[in-house]
C-alpha cells in the first residue's frame, strides 16, 4: 500500500435554451477546459445517504507516488487488489488482461463483490480462461472476474465470472445487484474464428456466477455495446452504442416484457427502441451547454438480431434516426440518465467537434439537455482529454475516467463546477519510458476505466487498462 500526500411515446420539436457558460481556468493539476450548464445542480442526484458536498478545490495537488504506480492527493492511500498475469486465486489462470468496466455490489458481512470486464478481442493477450458452465464461446477471449473483499478491503477470492464472450467494454448494475457486461463488437460466428454471433449483454452475478451462467440477452439488441443503465422506478434499460464509422451509434432503451423482475428476468424478452430527437441527426452538432430539447421520440429497432444489417443502416422511417460519434459511459442519477459521447470528429464524419459531452435524458419529461462540453474552444488543443466512464462520488460528484492520449487522469466535477484531479496513472509513464530507453512526454497508453465505489462510499475502485490493474482507493471523500 502507497500513501501519496409505463414508458412515454410522442413527438415535438427541440428548442434550445439559452444559460450561463462557464470556462475553468488551467492548473497544473488540471490543464482541460471544460464548458458547463448553468443548471449544474441538476446533474448531481445521488442519494440521500450522500448528503455532504465536497468543497470548492477538490482535494488538493497530485503527489507523485514515490512506487510509481498511481498519484493521489496528499491523505490518499491506494491497494492493488489485482495486476494482468498474476494467478486468480480460484486456480483457473492467470488473471486476464484489459482491465475495463467495472461495479461493486454489497456483500454480506461487511463484504464487496467487485464485477470486472476484460475487453480481450480474437487476439487478447491473456484470454479470461474458458470455464464449464461459464463459457459462451470457446474462441472467445473476454469475459468477466469477480473479486470478493473482506470489511477492511482484503482480497478473499478471485475467479472467472463468465468466459467466452467478445470484447466486453463496459456495462453497468441492475437494481438487483447483478452486473450487466457488453460486447462492443458486431463479430458473427466465422468471424475472426468464433464459433458464435457476437454483440450481445449478459447479466453477471458476482456473488454467484452459476446463477445466471453465460446466457446472451438476444432481445436487448446485437450491436457494439459500451455501457447501460437502469431506470429504477420503471425497468427501462438505456444502452449506449460505440460505433467506430459512419454512421455512428445509436442511444437505445430496452422495454422488458418482466421489468424489475430481478435475476434472470431481462432473458424473458422485450422491445428495443433507439432515439430520435427531432430535426437533430447528429448530436456532436449541438455545442451550447444547456442545450435543451423536448419531444425525444423512441423508434421501434426493425431487426434488434441485426441478421442482414446492422442497426445503424436500418431504415427508421421518415425523419431518421439520432446518430453520436463515440457513445460510451452511461448511467442513472436521481430521476434521469446520464450519457457521454467521448469525442466528435468532423474530418472522420462528425457534424461537429468536440473533445466529450455528457447528455442527460429525463424520462418523465422527454427531455434531453447537455450539461458538459469538453472543449475543442477551449484552450485544449489534444483530443486527448475525453470522457470515458463515470459515476457519481459519496459527496455527490461526479468521476470521470479519462481515455485519450499522454498521461491519463481520473477527474472529479464538484457541485460547484470545479474539475479536479483525483488520480493520475503513473504505470503508462514508466511503461512507455522503458520502450522507449528515456522518459516520453506523451505516453499512449493506460487509460482508466471502471471507475465505482464501495456501498458505503469509502472506497473508490478503479482499473488501469493497460497494464492491467485495479485499485482500491480511500481518503477523506467527505472532507
Given at each position: 500500500m502507497?500513501?501519496?500526500?409505463?414508458p412515454e411515446t410522442?413527438?415535438?420539436?427541440?428548442?434550445?435554451?439559452?444559460?450561463?457558460?462557464?470556462?475553468?481556468?488551467?492548473?497544473?493539476?488540471?490543464?482541460?477546459?471544460?464548458?458547463?450548464?448553468?443548471?449544474?445542480?441538476?446533474?448531481?442526484?445521488?442519494?440521500?445517504?450522500?448528503?455532504q458536498q465536497l468543497g470548492h478545490h477538490g482535494y488538493g495537488p497530485l503527489v507523485p507516488d514515490p512506487d510509481g504506480l498511481l498519484d493521489l492527493p496528499k491523505g490518499f492511500r491506494y491497494r492493488v487488489l489485482s495486476r494482468e498475469g498474476d494467478a486468480l486465486r480460484s486456480g483457473e489462470g492467470p488473471v486476464p488482461s484489459n482491465h475495463d468496466g467495472m461495479a461493486a455490489f454489497a456483500g454480506g458481512q461487511g463484504r464487496v463483490h467487485l464485477v470486472r470486464n476484460h475487453e480481450n478481442r480474437a487476439g487478447g493477450r491473456i484470454p479470461v480462461p474458458a470455464v464449464e458452465g461459464l463459457t459462451y464461446d470457446p474462441e472467445g477471449k473476454g469475459g468477466c472476474t469477480s473479486l470478493t473483499l473482506d470489511s477492511r478491503g482484503r482480497v478473499l477470492s478471485e475467479r472467472v465470472a463468465i468466459a467466452g464472450t467478445a470484447v466486453n467494454c463496459a456495462g453497468g448494475p441492475t437494481p438487483w445487484n447483478t452486473w450487466l457486461t457488453c460486447e462492443e463488437t458486431e463479430d458473427k460466428a466465422g468471424t475472426n474464428g468464433y464459433a458464435k454471433d457476437h454483440g450481445f449483454i449478459f447479466e453477471v452475478d458476482g456473488?454467484?456466477?452459476?446463477?445466471t451462467g453465460a446466457v446472451p440477452l438476444t432481445a436487448m439488441g446485437r450491436f457494439q455495446h459500451e455501457a447501460v443503465a437502469v431506470d429504477p422506478r420503471r425497468g427501462v434499460v438505456y444502452e449506449t452504442e460505440d460505433a467506430f464509422e459512419r454512421p455512428f451509434g445509436l442511444f437505445y432503451r430496452f422495454l422488458p416484457d418482466r421489468p424489475l423482475g430481478g435475476t434472470g428476468s431481462l432473458r424473458a424478452g422485450g422491445r428495443l427502441q433507439a432515439m430520435r430527437v427531432p430535426g437533430v441527426p447528429d448530436l456532436s452538432s449541438v455545442r451550447e451547454t444547456g442545450a435543451r430539447f423536448d419531444g425525444v421520440e423512441w423508434m421501434d429497432v426493425p431487426d434488434p438480431l441485426a441478421v442482414e444489417t446492422p442497426i445503424r443502416f436500418q431504415d427508421f422511417g421518415t425523419g431518421g434516426i439520432t446518430h453520436a460519434q463515440k457513445l460510451e459511459g452511461c448511467y442513472w442519477g436521481g430521476r434521469s440518465v446520464y450519457f457521454v459521447s467521448s469525442f466528435a470528429r468532423s474530418a472522420e464524419g462528425s457534424a461537429g467537434d468536440h473533445y466529450g459531452q455528457i447528455w442527460r435524458y429525463d424520462p418523465d419529461r422527454r427531455r434531453l439537455t447537455l450539461v458538459i462540453v469538453f472543449g475543442p474552444d477551449t484552450d485544449v488543443r489534444l483530443p486527448g482529454e475525453s470522457p470515458d466512464n463515470i459515476c457519481l462520488a459519496p459527496g455527490g460528484g461526479l468521476m470521470v475516467c479519462e481515455d485519450g492520449g499522454g498521461a491519463q487522469h481520473v477527474?472529479?466535477?464538484?457541485?460547484?463546477?470545479?474539475?479536479?484531479?483525483?488520480?493520475?496513472?503513473?504505470?503508462a509513464i514508466a511503461s512507455a519510458a522503458t520502450a522507449a530507453g528515456g522518459t516520453p512526454e506523451a505516453p499512449e497508453w493506460g487509460e482508466f476505466a471502471g471507475v465505482s465505489f464501495s456501498p458505503d462510499g469509502r472506497t473508490m475502485y478503479v482499473n488501469c487498462y493497460d497494464p492491467g490493474t485495479t485499485f482500491a482507493v480511500t481518503g477523506p471523500w467527505r472532507r
Amino acid at each position: 500500500m502507497s500513501e501519496t500526500g409505463t414508458p412515454e411515446t410522442g413527438s415535438g420539436t427541440g428548442s434550445p435554451s439559452s444559460t450561463r457558460r462557464q470556462m475553468l481556468a488551467r492548473s497544473g493539476a488540471l490543464g482541460i477546459g471544460i464548458a458547463f450548464s448553468g443548471a449544474l445542480s441538476e446533474l448531481f442526484t445521488p442519494a440521500a445517504a450522500a448528503a455532504q458536498q465536497l468543497g470548492h478545490h477538490g482535494y488538493g495537488p497530485l503527489v507523485p507516488d514515490p512506487d510509481g504506480l498511481l498519484d493521489l492527493p496528499k491523505g490518499f492511500r491506494y491497494r492493488v487488489l489485482s495486476r494482468e498475469g498474476d494467478a486468480l486465486r480460484s486456480g483457473e489462470g492467470p488473471v486476464p488482461s484489459n482491465h475495463d468496466g467495472m461495479a461493486a455490489f454489497a456483500g454480506g458481512q461487511g463484504r464487496v463483490h467487485l464485477v470486472r470486464n476484460h475487453e480481450n478481442r480474437a487476439g487478447g493477450r491473456i484470454p479470461v480462461p474458458a470455464v464449464e458452465g461459464l463459457t459462451y464461446d470457446p474462441e472467445g477471449k473476454g469475459g468477466c472476474t469477480s473479486l470478493t473483499l473482506d470489511s477492511r478491503g482484503r482480497v478473499l477470492s478471485e475467479r472467472v465470472a463468465i468466459a467466452g464472450t467478445a470484447v466486453n467494454c463496459a456495462g453497468g448494475p441492475t437494481p438487483w445487484n447483478t452486473w450487466l457486461t457488453c460486447e462492443e463488437t458486431e463479430d458473427k460466428a466465422g468471424t475472426n474464428g468464433y464459433a458464435k454471433d457476437h454483440g450481445f449483454i449478459f447479466e453477471v452475478d458476482g456473488a454467484d456466477p452459476r446463477r445466471t451462467g453465460a446466457v446472451p440477452l438476444t432481445a436487448m439488441g446485437r450491436f457494439q455495446h459500451e455501457a447501460v443503465a437502469v431506470d429504477p422506478r420503471r425497468g427501462v434499460v438505456y444502452e449506449t452504442e460505440d460505433a467506430f464509422e459512419r454512421p455512428f451509434g445509436l442511444f437505445y432503451r430496452f422495454l422488458p416484457d418482466r421489468p424489475l423482475g430481478g435475476t434472470g428476468s431481462l432473458r424473458a424478452g422485450g422491445r428495443l427502441q433507439a432515439m430520435r430527437v427531432p430535426g437533430v441527426p447528429d448530436l456532436s452538432s449541438v455545442r451550447e451547454t444547456g442545450a435543451r430539447f423536448d419531444g425525444v421520440e423512441w423508434m421501434d429497432v426493425p431487426d434488434p438480431l441485426a441478421v442482414e444489417t446492422p442497426i445503424r443502416f436500418q431504415d427508421f422511417g421518415t425523419g431518421g434516426i439520432t446518430h453520436a460519434q463515440k457513445l460510451e459511459g452511461c448511467y442513472w442519477g436521481g430521476r434521469s440518465v446520464y450519457f457521454v459521447s467521448s469525442f466528435a470528429r468532423s474530418a472522420e464524419g462528425s457534424a461537429g467537434d468536440h473533445y466529450g459531452q455528457i447528455w442527460r435524458y429525463d424520462p418523465d419529461r422527454r427531455r434531453l439537455t447537455l450539461v458538459i462540453v469538453f472543449g475543442p474552444d477551449t484552450d485544449v488543443r489534444l483530443p486527448g482529454e475525453s470522457p470515458d466512464n463515470i459515476c457519481l462520488a459519496p459527496g455527490g460528484g461526479l468521476m470521470v475516467c479519462e481515455d485519450g492520449g499522454g498521461a491519463q487522469h481520473v477527474y472529479g466535477v464538484t457541485r460547484h463546477g470545479e474539475v479536479y484531479a483525483l488520480a493520475r496513472n503513473r504505470q503508462a509513464i514508466a511503461s512507455a519510458a522503458t520502450a522507449a530507453g528515456g522518459t516520453p512526454e506523451a505516453p499512449e497508453w493506460g487509460e482508466f476505466a471502471g471507475v465505482s465505489f464501495s456501498p458505503d462510499g469509502r472506497t473508490m475502485y478503479v482499473n488501469c487498462y493497460d497494464p492491467g490493474t485495479t485499485f482500491a482507493v480511500t481518503g477523506p471523500w467527505r472532507r
